[in-house]
């Protein structure tokens, strides 16, 4: 099953009126085993009529690919940031440009991260060196944070992609369900456009 499209070279054929084509959903979060592949096709401004037809064109190419479906939503910039669209925060955080190969919000100057807040006051000793090799690794072995580009900010804080956020959670809650203070969601401003 291939599910992280936007990391393939993949041959689509598209207009020009296509502003991006974003993979989001389940199946860009590292752990999660997906029923569908969520797509977001963002148009120029085109009539509606038009950017459902491009769509089905670009879903009935991303099908033959894959075996699992996929699930496809079109929009322009007005309405991918319209109050109502529930998808908004899904693709804008975590959305992958497949013609990009990257964030799709770096197309706006900004680069996504988690932070996840933590204190291992309540823990035994034990507890505590469990949870340093599992942030930093262990006999050559890397942790966490080296093996998915995570950094630690701070004691008690570490600095995250989104995609791993799963993989991050359940590895701390098997150390200890109340280590995790709070997870924050936010953007970094990239220097090129900031």
């Known amino acids: 099953m291939m599910q992280k499209l936007w990391q393939k070279k993949l041959k689509l054929n598209y207009s020009r009126d296509v502003f991006d084509i974003i993979q989001f959903g389940s199946s860009v979060i590292e752990g999660k085993e997906p029923n569908d592949l969520d797509i977001a096709v963002i148009f120029q401004k085109i009539p509606l009529k038009e950017q459902l037809k ?3 064109e670009i879903k009935k190419q991303l099908q033959k690919i894959t075996k699992i479906p996929v699930h496809i939503n079109a929009f322009d910039l007005y ?3 319209d109050k109502s669209n529930f998808a908004k925060e899904n693709i804008l955080f975590y959305g992958k440009s497949i013609i990009l190969k990257d964030y799709f919000v770096k197309r706006f100057g900004l680069n996504p991260k988690i ?6 006051r309540h823990l035994e000793k034990k507890e505590k060196v469990r949870f340093n090799y599992l942030l930093n690794g262990k006999k050559g072995n890397y ?3 080296k093996k998915h580009n995570g950094r630690l900010l701070k004691p008690g804080l570490i600095e995250i992609p989104p ?3 799963k993989i991050f959670r359940d590895s701390i809650i098997k150390i200890s369900k109340d280590s995790i203070i709070k997870i924050s969601k936010d ?6 456009l900031c």
Do not use: D, N
């Open 54 to 56: 491009q769509a089905q």
């Open 79 to 81: 309405t991918l940031f």
């Open 115 to 120: 932070q996840i807040f933590y204190s291992l």
């Open 187 to 192: 953007f970094e401003c990239v220097k090129v």
């Open 163 to 165: 995609e791993y956020e």
């Open 143 to 145: 942790g966490l944070l």
